[in-house]
């Protein structure tokens, strides 16, 4: 009888752990190469290269499940950090105080000069490499180049994730970002049993 009482405590345990990892909702920070989130898909602000129709796609899905998607574009982001910074105030300073203030995760499409710039920027920050993830087209895998030398070599010692996997395979990358999310918030819940957040 005892133990039919503690199966029972167990599964409405399980119920319960389970309603609570039903609706994560996290702060993202997405970048890459520029898109208008109020233009249609069609329109050329997003779909001239793979990467533009990658990251407007991934704000799409990523909107849908529930997560609320910060980009470099945000023009509130701008005016919120003018308010913090003044005139010490610029792209660099904003998206960093954003991304370490605001945001559990950061998804990169590394394919525009800006979002080379960011990249440069972040890996060199242990905090933000925890819950930084650099998605890089998987034709540029193999190349030597600054990228790969660098900037790669960088963020996986500082412990980010990165990945390579064709822009045009737009549901093997959300699924990519799907996973990685998922990791962020184990850990999330981890950090929370031992009362570190």
């Known amino acids: 009888m005892k133990e039919f009482e503690k199966i029972r405590r167990y599964s409405r345990s399980a119920v319960m752990d389970e309603a609570d990892r039903s609706y994560p909702s996290y702060n993202l920070f997405l970048a890459g190469p520029f898109i208008n989130i109020d233009l249609p898909a069609d329109h050329c602000h997003n779909n001239s290269s793979p990467s533009k129709v990658l990251r407007y796609s991934l704000y799409n899905h990523l909107t849908e499940k529930g997560h609320v998607v910060y980009l470099g574009e945000d023009a509130q982001m701008r005016i919120n950090g003018e308010a ?10 904003l998206e960093r105080h954003h991304i370490k203030h605001h945001n559990h995760a950061v998804i990169v499409i590394p394919d525009s000069p800006g979002s080379f710039c960011e990249i440069g920027d972040w890996v060199s920050d242990k905090k933000i490499c925890e819950f930084l993830n650099i998605i890089i087209d998987s034709k540029y895998k193999d190349e030597i180049n ?42 999330i819940r981890m950090e929370k049993l031992y009362e570190r957040t």
């Not at 913090?84 to 300073?93: P, T």
């Not at 600054?146 to 549901?171: F, M, P, Q, T, W």
């Open 146 to 187: 600054y990228i790969n030398e660098g900037i790669v070599k960088l963020a996986l010692s500082n412990h980010a994730s990165i990945v390579y996997e064709s822009y045009e395979n737009i549901d093997a990358v959300k699924e990519i970002c799907d996973d990685f999310i998922d990791d962020i918030d184990q850990r």
């Open 84 to 93: 913090n910074f003044g005139s010490y105030g610029n792209a660099v300073i």
